[in-house]
């Protein structure tokens, strides 16, 4: 859960969004929200919310109107669906109009007159008013629900990893383009304003040239059913880097260990090498004690950190780094010297926003408005593309796996 949703505005926000989900009329919530408004900002969080909360509202004079809305069809009511269903529920062009879920008692608990409720997909797919299906269901079934939809001429948000296949995942992102729908993989770090900012921060050259990058994404579990560690958590990981470098790899190799159930492991250390000299690193871990998102950028001018644990300062950059001389001694050999430079720290604004709710946003724009989105069909397929890679290095005990070769 985002930090904004730990203040006194955002506990009444989830009030009236959890009133809302169980019947009552969104005019509440507008209303709600004016009356809000009306009272004065203790803190610079609270206007945050009231802009964020006029929004979801579909109120205030910034707001774009339109009478097509998309009619959504929400699939999968587990751990994330909710969270998911919570942002289209308020998303301004979108309208959740049916709910599937295979657990009758998950689908029970979901309160939205008017709207379609069904264990059967094939339900849901069939009712003209879905124009689009969110998939939150477990990973072996992304693929064969997805090509359904696309078939049934409805557009797909697919939940990461796109799906547990790199061909199957470009054959979903190829059909999707020869029938000129959206395929959206949620893939949702792009859509976090910090990322976004850190992508600005590398296009601009204020980092220099990238020598490395390194992330830890480390928990205690949860773990997962279906999947090994690297299946679950390097998803993330991969987009962001992937959005961030713009390049493929060379080679991969990645060891890890499986304490908990024989097969699946629970921790895995991956090494990504780029024909330019750039190094990936990352460390994913089910088996830590403390919580830690965290990446750093080696660069030839400076060094970022970046802490999605941080509330204020989630970018650090440090005007930090060596330099070299070299030097003719006294007795004429050359000498090497390396020079530290040890600048400012600055922390860059970052205008938060939650980044599923950004994300559901611009599905819904992508499908009424054409507008490009970063977490494409084809990106979500490179990213399966490389955790396949992972994943042979893996079984191989750290082989260095060609990438360009390892995929078709
Ligand atoms: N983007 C992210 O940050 C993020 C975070 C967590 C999970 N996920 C992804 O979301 C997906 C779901 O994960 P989860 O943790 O919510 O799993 P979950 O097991 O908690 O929920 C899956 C739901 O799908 C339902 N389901 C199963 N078979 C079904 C069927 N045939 N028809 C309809 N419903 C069916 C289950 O009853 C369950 O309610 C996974 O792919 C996971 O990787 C993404």
């Known amino acids: 859960m985002s930090s904004q ?47 964020y909360f006029a929004g979801h509202c579909n109120i205030g004079a910034t707001m774009t109107h339109t009478n097509k809305n998309v009619g959504v069809g929400m699939v999968g009511l587990g751990y994330w669906g909710p969270k998911v269903m919570r942002n289209f529920m308020v998303a301004p062009r979108a309208e959740v109009v049916a709910f599937c879920d295979a657990n009758k008692q ?10 379609l409720k069904t264990t059967s997909y094939d339900e849901l797919l069939a009712a003209p008013n879905v124009d689009a299906v969110v998939l939150c269901v477990p990973t072996d079934m992304h693929y064969s629900f997805a090509k359904k939809a696309l078939e049934a001429g409805k557009h797909v948000w697919v939940e990461k990893p796109m799906t547990d296949s790199a061909k199957t995942a470009m054959e979903l992102h190829l059909l999707a383009k020869e029938k000129g729908l959206t395929l959206f993989v949620d893939h949702v770090f792009l859509y976090n304003t910090a990322i976004v900012k850190m992508k600005e921060l590398i296009k601009r050259g204020i980092l220099g040239q990238i020598y490395y990058i390194e992330s830890t994404r480390v928990n205690l579990g949860l773990f997962q059913r279906d999947v090994n560690v690297v299946w679950d958590l390097a998803p993330h990981d991969i987009a962001i880097l992937n959005y961030l470098v713009e390049k493929d790899p060379i080679s991969v190799t990645a060891t890890g260990a499986a304490h908990v ?94 980044p599923l709710w950004v994300a559901c946003n611009s599905f819904v724009d992508a499908i009424l408005s054409g507008t490009p989105f970063p977490s494409t069909g084809l990106e979500g397929a490179k990213v399966v593309q490389l955790i396949e890679a992972i994943q042979i290095s893996l079984k191989e005990n750290g082989k260095k796996v060609d990438f360009n070769a390892s995929h078709p």
């Not at 955002?10 to 009030?15: A, E, P, Q, R, Y």
């Not at 408004?37 to 945050?48: A, E, F, I, Q, T």
């Not at 998950?106 to 709207?115: C, S, Y």
């Not at 006294?330 to 400012?344: A, H, Q």
């Open 5 to 51: 949703f730990n203040d006194p505005a955002h506990t009444i926000l989830g009030f009236y969004v959890r009133n809302y989900l169980r019947g009552s009329s969104v005019l509440d919530l507008a209303k709600l929200a004016r009356t809000v408004r009306r009272r004065p900002c203790s803190n610079n969080k609270s206007g945050h919310f009231l802009d």
């Open 261 to 354: 159930h024989p097969g699946r492991e629970e921790m895995a250390y991956v090494n990504l090498t780029y024909d330019d000299g750039m190094i990936a690193h990352f460390n994913f871990n089910w088996l830590s004690p403390v919580k830690e998102r965290r990446m750093v950028i080696g660069g030839s001018q400076r060094l970022l950190v970046y802490d999605d644990g941080e509330t204020d300062e989630k970018i650090k950059i440090y005007d930090k780094g060596v330099y070299v001389n070299e030097q003719a001694s006294e007795k004429g050999r050359n000498t090497i010297l390396v020079n530290y430079r040890m600048g400012d720290m600055t922390a860059p604004y970052i205008d938060f926003k939650e």
């Open 106 to 115: 998950r689908l029970d608990a979901v309160h939205h007159p008017g709207a």
